[in-house]
């Protein structure tokens, strides 16, 4: 039933990943690329005021609305990863030992609000600033629809992110070890919230909706060389599940990848 899943909504929504990945199959080969593996996240830690809506326009159940986001989400971050880097993603591994792998993860990692982390810009503080419930206290911005918004260091105010705090310092280099990667993406939440004080369309009763998504980058050694949260802008009227995971996820999954490629490029200039 997993695999079947996720081969139907890879059809659906990523038929151009496919090919992305494909032309660049024999460069990567020659390259032997780093391996990066993608931890989803955790089905409590997403939070939705739109599902009702969604959920009544595509045809499902309110809880299939969020296992579409899981799939969707990390199926688009691992196409975006391939195309540089090998990807392994753990929730798209149909063996019988990757579920039990997956709880294995979620049973040592604890998440916490704190400032955005930064190794490649020498940011690299990691301690909790307070443990809120998971929507926090933060005002959303009003952007345009369709634009990116990073949740990082402002000049008077520092934004916090949900982020994944390891309990045991040998996990990540046992994982490391057993699965031949190199870096580990912690996606720690995903969000839909609704502005219902900005509304980009009085006639047709549109308002701003934000897909948030909180993650985490670490290295095989178990340091953290990333962290905060991005989001996307859209309209409460875009309603179908395949606009949302094929237009609007990808700008987010693109901009982890560049994050990625920076934090990665950090650590070979310092081995230099």
């Not at 998440?111 to 690299?124: E, F, I």
């Amino acid at each position: 039933m997993k695999q079947l899943f996720i081969g139907l909504l890879f059809c659906s929504f990523f038929p151009v990943f496919a090919q992305q990945s494909g032309n660049q199959g024999a460069l990567l080969e020659e390259q032997q690329p780093d391996r990066v593996m993608i931890i989803p996240f955790r089905n409590y830690n997403y939070l939705s005021d739109a599902d009702y809506e969604l959920a009544t326009a595509n045809n499902k159940t309110m809880s299939e609305i969020s296992t579409v986001f899981r799939y969707g989400l990390d199926l688009n971050l691992s196409a975006q990863i391939s195309t540089v880097y090998d990807s392994y993603s753990i929730l798209q591994d149909t063996s019988i030992t990757s579920a039990a792998e997956l709880r294995k993860i979620y049973s040592m990692v604890r998440y916490t609000y704190q400032k955005p982390v930064d190794y490649a810009s020498g940011n690299v503080n990691t301690v909790a600033t307070h443990r809120a419930d998971l929507f926090g206290n933060q005002v959303p911005e009003e952007p345009k629809k369709g634009t990116i918004v990073r949740k990082e260091v402002e000049e008077e105010e520092e934004q916090e992110f949900l982020n994944a705090v390891i309990d045991r310092s040998d996990l990540l280099p046992q994982l490391a070890n057993a699965y031949s990667v190199d870096y580990f993406i912690f996606i720690n939440q995903m969000e839909l919230k609704t502005n219902y004080k900005h509304c980009l369309d009085r006639a047709t009763n549109n308002f701003e909706r934000e897909v948030l998504v909180h993650y985490s980058i670490y290295d095989a050694f178990g340091r953290q060389l990333k962290g905060e949260a991005i989001s996307v802008v859209l309209g409460s009227n875009d309603k179908r599940l395949e606009d949302i995971i094929g237009n609007y996820l990808p700008q987010i999954t693109q901009n982890i990848k560049t994050s990625l490629d920076k934090q990665i490029s950090a650590q070979m200039s310092a081995q230099e």
